[in-house]
């Protein structure tokens, strides 16, 4: 079992840059690859970013790479989502995921595969 809960959203001009965090619960965490997805209204969600379990691998939506940055401290049970450069596109509710069937991929693209949400926080990008 792993309890996630996201922070570190909120309100920023274009251009700008915010940190998400997401703090686990639960000792499978390290053996986890964890995902960045967001969902904006009246969309799908979508995958934004993903680790593998030792940090070793990720992958990016082809929308945010070289903008967004994913990483994770398996000492202190976080994975993080830098994001640089935000447009208002990336408006949206993100939320962290934990996937324990293929912890060494970070090629995990569909919400299906991934096992356990966060609650989600919201990410406003103004023009």
């Known amino acids: 079992q792993v309890q996630l809960v996201e922070s570190g959203g909120g309100l920023v001009q274009a251009g700008g840059s915010l940190r998400l965090s997401c703090a686990a619960s639960g000792r499978t965490f390290s053996t986890a690859a964890m995902g960045w997805f967001r969902q904006a209204p009246g969309k799908e969600r979508e995958f934004v970013a993903a680790i593998n379990w030792d940090g070793g691998s990720t992958y990016y939506a082809g929308s945010v790479k070289g903008r967004f940055g994913i990483s994770r401290d398996n000492a202190k049970y976080t994975v993080s989502l830098q994001m640089n450069s935000l447009k208002p596109e990336d408006t949206a509710v993100y939320y962290c995921?934990?996937?324990?069937?293929?912890?060494?991929?970070?090629?995990?693209?569909?919400?299906?595969?991934?096992?356990?949400w966060g609650q989600g926080t919201q990410v406003t990008v103004s023009s």
């Open positions: 995921a934990a996937n324990l069937r293929s912890p060494g991929s970070a090629y995990n693209l569909h919400p299906t595969e991934y096992d356990f």
